[in-house]
Every structure is written in structure tokens, then in C-alpha cells.
T-cell receptor, first 116, second 114 residues
């Protein structure tokens, strides 16, 4: 149980385009989802926290208009990287927390974004 | 605020040798503690966690960690490592507040050599 999926697993796009990444909790209801960014050989940096049905809370330094987060249902959150640039190339990982597992997050497999 | 320190960026060790990956944390409130493992180009997998109770926690694949409140540490140990244990290991804490945020250490790469 407690499986989180991400789609796509990797994506290559041109500079200036937008990319949407989906995060789904497959077998539980995710009351909270988190989006992280990981640069090569570095740790995970929390970008934002989203609760179902409400606006995401962004960490300091994360551009809200560039990284659009939507948490429309208890099983789906999306991260849209708008007007992507090469410096946005990174590994994006989501995690989800459910009511019964309130103190534990379950992680998706990650999405590798490469912006040319 | 919370912070997590993993002093060793890389730990090389021979197969079947014991290993310890160090983790120290700082927090003004009580925390839950976690160890995650990440294999190349994959997400994170929970290795073990301390929520309450016995300060020694174990995983199904032979790892263990001990919560030491006085030293604010949560070191990860394994008595005999395998080649397949080669991966990145992250220590993390969640404050016992309503944020449920995970604060990660910088990670330690365990490199097991034959």
C-alpha cells in the first residue's frame, strides 16, 4: 500500500515551453502533497506544500508564477513549470501524506526534466 | 527551525564490512526521524523511522538506527554491507507541528566495494 506515481518519468522540452508533471496517490487519499526539487548529487529541496482544495504554500525563493501547483483531488496534484529555461532542468519528486499516515510521506519515483 | 547534518558526503566500504552513516539534527521542537535510501534516477524509499517508543529501530534488510536525544543523533548502522547497498542515504526529520514538512540532510553516498 501507499504507492505514489509520477508521470512522466522523464521529459525533454524546448526553452520557453510549459511542462506539466502529475503526481498520483494510487491506493490512499492524499490530504497533503509535497513537491521537491533535486539537483545532481544534492539533497531534496522542498518547493511547496499543497493541501487538497486549497492554494499551495511555497517555500521562500520559489517563484509561484513559474511553478504552478494544483491539488484538485485527494489523489492528484500537478506541477506545471511555465516558460521553462535550461536552469529549470532538474529532478522533480513529489510525495504524499494521508490521514492514516499523518507523520509519514510516501514518495513518487521522480521526473527528470531537461530543458534545451 | 530545524536542520539536519550528515557530515560524511561519501562513505566507501568493502563488502561484508560494518558501516555507520552519521546524522545529527537541530530542532527547537520534538521531531520524528527518518532514513531514506535513493538508488540512481529513482525516488526515495523509506528505510526506517523513529516515531516513539524504543530508541532502536530496525529495517527488514539489516539496517538499524538509534535515536539519541541527548546527542540529537540518529546514526544508521549495518553490521555487514552488500554491493546492493550502494546508494544515497538521506536522514530527515519532521517537526511535531502541523506542517508535516520533511527537512533533509545533504545525503551520504554509501559505496560498497567488492
Amino acid at each position: 500500500g501507499a504507492v505514489v506515481s509520477q508521470h512522466p518519468s522523464w521529459v525533454i522540452c524546448k526553452s520557453g515551453t510549459s511542462v506539466k508533471i502529475e503526481c498520483r496517490s494510487l491506493d490512499f487519499q492524499a490530504t497533503t502533497m509535497f513537491w521537491y526539487r533535486q539537483f545532481p548529487k544534492q539533497s531534496l529541496m522542498l518547493m511547496a506544500t499543497s493541501n487538497e482544495g486549497s492554494k499551495a504554500t511555497y517555500e521562500q525563493g520559489v517563484e509561484k508564477d513559474k511553478f504552478l501547483i494544483n491539488h484538485a483531488s485527494l489523489t492528484l496534484s500537478t506541477l506545471t513549470v511555465t516558460s521553462a529555461h535550461p536552469e529549470d532542468s532538474s529532478f522533480y519528486i513529489c510525495s504524499a501524506r494521508g490521514r492514516q499516515t499523518y507523520n509519514e510521506q510516501f514518495f513518487g519515483p521522480g521526473t527528470r526534466l531537461t530543458v534545451l | 527551525a530545524q536542520s539536519v547534518t550528515q557530515l560524511d558526503s561519501q562513505v566507501p566500504v568493502f563488502e561484508e564490512a560494518p558501516v555507520e552513516l552519521r546524522c545529527n539534527y537541530s530542532s527547537s521542537v520534538s521531531v520524528y526521524l527518518f532514513w531514506y535510501v535513493q538508488y540512481p534516477n529513482q525516488g526515495l524509499q523509506l528505510l526506517l523511522k523513529y516515531l516513539s517508543g524504543s530508541t532502536l529501530v530496525e529495517s527488514i534488510n539489516g539496517f538499524e538506527a538509534e535515536f539519541n536525544k541527548s546527542q540529537t543523533s540518529f546514526h544508521l548502522r549495518k553490521p555487514s554491507v552488500h554491493i546492493s547497498d550502494t546508494a544515497e542515504y538521506f536522514c530527515a526529520v519532521t517537526p511535531m507541528d502541523s506542517s508535516y514538512k520533511l527537512i533533509f540532510g545533504s545525503g551520504t553516498r554509501l559505496l560498497v566495494r567488492p
